[in-house]
């Protein structure tokens, strides 16, 4: 009889199951490998690229599902199928933090002239003229005259003062007042999905799905929505507004599409439903991005 290898442990290192003879390459009781080794550079990367990057790992192929037919990811996670895919919590966050660093880049490149200090001299004594919109009001600039609207007096003054400073000051600030509001932007759209999906379920009880599942659902319509958020951010540098304008077609769109996937139904009732849940989202979106902005401006 061959003598036992001497590398694999008696025991499962991970659960503690034992080996009998002869000793398995893999674990019975969970899976794991029984040769525990430190991998070898060339073991590790091609570990972590058929993971995550080869062109048949779940990574891609959830991506490659998720912008090509809306709903349908949803509904295979619904059907039991997921396996094969990148759970939706963990696919939110993936996203979460592309969208984020997205947002820390381009307003990097956006304020990148103003390091040159030939462009900040150039610039004027006061800035000439810039809006700030605050949910219900909006403050800013206006030929070099402060203006205050639909916000109390005490906030007005405390904006006024932060704005009365010269060019260059401001410029910096507004760097880091975009900063500071990419760097809460997850906190705030992760806190919004329990009532949006909340808003699902109130619109398609009927549906007989539970609350956690109208969270899936929501969990992977944000996920393109904020694919499409970075994309814009970075089409917004050479194609300006036009960018905007394809944004505000594409989502509702493939917003219905997905809704029709997974809930079915009339068109005319399931596009009512979203344009309720859609008032209903941005509501919710507008104060809590006002105060985001303005504790970044404030603090």
């Known amino acids: 009889m061959p003598a036992a290898d001497p590398t694999v442990p008696p025991a499962c290192a991970n659960c503690g199951q034992a080996f009998g003879d002869p000793r398995p390459n893999f674990c019975p009781a969970c899976g794991q490998e029984t040769q525990i080794k430190a991998p070898t550079v060339g073991e590790f990367l091609q570990q972590f690229g058929g993971a995550y990057f080869s062109t ?3 990574l891609w192929r959830t991506f490659r599902l998720l912008l090509t037919r809306p ?3 949803t509904a295979q996670y619904l059907a039991g199928r997921r396996k094969h895919y990148v759970l939706p919590l963990r696919l939110f966050l993936t996203i979460s933090v ?3 660093l997205s947002m820390r880049a381009v307003s ?7 390091e040159d200090p030939e462009v900040t001299n150039a610039l004027p004594d006061q800035p000439f003229s810039m809006q700030l919109e605050l949910g219900l009001g909006s403050a800013g600039l206006d030929n070099g005259a402060f203006y205050c609207e639909g916000l109390p007096e005490w906030l007005c003054r405390r904006i006024e003062k932060r704005l009365n400073v010269d060019a260059r000051a401001v410029v910096l600030q507004m760097q880091k007042v975009s900063e500071r509001v990419a760097s809460h932007a997850g906190y705030v759209s992760f806190a919004l999905l329990p009532g949006f999906a909340f808003g699902l379920w109130l619109l398609f009880r009927s549906r007989g799905l539970h609350y956690t599942e109208h969270v899936v659902f929501a969990l992977h319509l944000h996920a393109f929505w904020f694919l499409l958020a970075a994309g814009l951010m970075w089409a917004g540098l050479w194609a300006g507004e036009y960018a905007l304008y394809a944004a505000l077609l594409v989502a509702p769109a493939y917003a219905a599409l997905s809704m029709r ?7 005319w009732a399931l596009l009512l439903r979203l344009l309720v849940l859609m008032l209903g989202h ?5 104060p809590l991005v006002a105060a985001v902005t303005l504790a970044a401006l404030l603090l």
Request: charged share 20%.
């Open 71 to 73: 709903g349908e990811l």
């Open 56 to 58: 048949e790992g779940a």
């Open 98 to 100: 592309l969208m984020l």
């Open 282 to 286: 941005i509501a919710l979106i507008v």
């Open 261 to 267: 996937r997974v809930y079915g139904g009339r068109w």
């Open 108 to 114: 990097s490149l956006e304020y990148a002239d103003f």
